[in-house]
């Protein structure tokens, strides 16, 4: 009799659950349904905005329904995701371009128009390790891992690729300041001719354009202090 009455009981949790079960499914779609019939509603007679659930009627009337975003990770938000809100993605305009004449806020380069003004620049303290480092990355293709102009580049008939020998009498008796502003400003050549420039007004990159400059113009590339570490380190080389 014990069984019975532990099996007839089990029995009633058991379809009480189930009903239970039912009751909240069937509440659950006619909810479901109510909003869909709402949203379809106002889709007529408003202006729904399925990816972030901005509704407006008759431009008075302003709330928030779920939204059925295209992307997101959940089909169904309640909350929208921020990506929705408005806003200029990368690469869209318009965007507010700085001022004309604008520098960062550790202050911009000085550029120098003469030889002179660069051969009288002293070193103000460049790190021989990083140089080291710098250079194996950007230097050593072309210049070699011996500084001495044999680099990978010298293999190939490349015109005007001859790379300098750093270790060279004409770049040893260089001073600090000519060796910095020759890596800036693209070589030998690209020192000379991008200065001329420079003075007179006209075109630095003509180099460029006309083919006589193989070698880029580091200051563009290199920070003021990463260039001041190569002189550094092609000193140390050089074994000054």
Not at 27 to 45: D, E, F, N, Q, W
Not at 92 to 98: A, D, H, I, K, Q
Not at 134 to 153: F, I, T
Not at 172 to 192: H, K, M, N, P
């Amino acid at each position: 009799m014990g069984v019975l009455n532990i099996v007839s009981r089990f029995s009633i949790h058991r379809v009480r659950a189930n009903l239970g079960a039912r009751f909240s499914m069937t509440s659950a779609l006619r909810t479901i349904s109510i909003v869909m019939g709402l949203i379809a509603l106002l889709a007529v007679l408003g202006c729904y905005n399925n990816n972030t659930g901005e509704t407006t009627i008759g431009g008075d009337i302003k709330f928030k329904l779920p939204a059925f975003p295209e992307t997101g990770s959940n089909k169904v938000q309640v909350f929208t995701e921020m990506h929705y809100q408005p806003s200029y993605r990368a690469q869209e305009g318009p965007r507010l371009l700085s001022a004309d004449g604008a520098v960062p806020i550790t202050g911009a380069e000085v550029l120098l128009s003469t030889g002179d003004e660069y051969a009288a620049l002293q070193n103000p303290g460049g790190d021989s390790v990083n140089g080291g480092a710098l250079y194996a990355l950007n230097c050593l293709v072309c210049h070699g891992e011996r500084l001495d102009g044999k680099g990978v580049v010298t293999g190939y008939e490349a015109p005007l690729m001859n790379p300098a020998n750093l270790l060279g009498e004409a770049t040893a008796e260089r001073t600090d300041g000519e060796l910095y502003g020759i890596i800036s400003f693209g070589g030998s050549v690209g020192y000379t001719t991008r200065l001329a420039a420079l003075a007179s007004g006209g075109d630095p990159d003509n180099c460029v354009t006309g083919g006589l400059c193989p070698m880029p113009e580091f200051r563009k590339l290199l920070d003021e202090g990463e260039r001041w570490d190569l002189v550094a380190y092609m000193r140390q080389q050089q074994g000054q």
